[in-house]
């Protein structure tokens, strides 16, 4: 069965570096979503992505924060200087194309653990 | 703006029906959902139901919705160990590309 894969699974890094979370989204799926998840707190939507740009993003994702899809396979988070409350599960998730009003799933990756010292 | 809440913690014991509660604020919300995360894994969808509806089965799964109140409810009929995981409530509104909100997941713990 076609999956989300995240890479890598556990990344550890010093406050003020750059760091780079990757996703492979599963092959046919056209929309791609970050969200993480502070450690006993809510999921929290970071931003969605379609046709090579931004779709919405939540107040979050600031400009620290930036997606690309390099290839068409990756799909990736880079946050530019991380801060300490960075420190999350960072989790990617993509859907097939949806009409208007209609349902797609959205299938979700293992997740990426980040830790800034 | 969009909330959800849910209880934190839930214990029955196996065989037991477990109901796991949620609320929600935003009216407008399209679809809600239930997911589920065991440890080290993501987040799994189990089911979820359209907002015109009233009741989803799925097997041992019953989703019951509330649109008056905001309230939706999972009910796991025979509960087993293996349901034992974080069970998370979640929303999208009828626009675009169907972000997801979430509640803050209910710890569920099946013991023998």
């Known amino acids: 069965e076609p999956e989300v894969t995240q890479t890598p699974s556990h990344q550890v890094t010093q406050m003020g570096q750059e760091v780079i979370l990757r996703c492979v989204p599963i092959?046919?799926?056209?929309?791609f979503y970050w969200y993480r998840q502070i450690l006993g707190q809510k999921v929290e939507f970071l931003v969605s992505?379609?046709?090579?740009?931004?779709?919405?993003k939540s107040e979050i994702f600031d400009d620290q924060f930036s997606v690309e899809r390099p290839d068409g396979s990756n799909f990736t988070l880079k946050i530019r200087s991380t801060k300490l409350e960075d420190s999350a599960m960072y989790f990617c998730a993509s859907s097939e194309l949806s009409s208007s009003g209609s349902y797609n799933e959205q299938f979700f990756g293992p997740g990426t653990r980040l830790t800034v010292l | 703006g969009e909330d959800v809440e849910q209880s934190l913690f839930l214990s029955v014991r196996e065989g037991d029906s477990s109901v796991i509660n949620c609320t929600y604020t935003d009216s407008s919300s399209t679809y809600l959902y239930w997911y589920k995360q065991e440890p080290g894994a993501g987040l799994q969808l189990l089911t979820y139901?359209?907002?015109?509806?009233d009741m989803k089965q799925d097997q041992r799964l019953t989703v019951l919705l509330n649109k008056k109140d905001k309230h939706l409810s999972l009910r796991i009929a025979d509960t087993q160990t293996g349901d034992s995981a974080i069970y998370f409530c979640?929303?999208?509104?009828?626009?675009?590309?169907?972000?997801?909100?979430f509640g803050t997941g209910t710890r569920l713990l099946v013991s023998p």
């Open positions: 139901i359209f907002s015109n509806m």
């Open positions: 979640a929303e999208s509104m009828n626009t675009g590309f169907q972000k997801l909100v």
């Open positions: 992505f379609y046709n090579n740009e931004i779709s919405e």
């Open positions: 092959s046919n799926h056209l929309y």
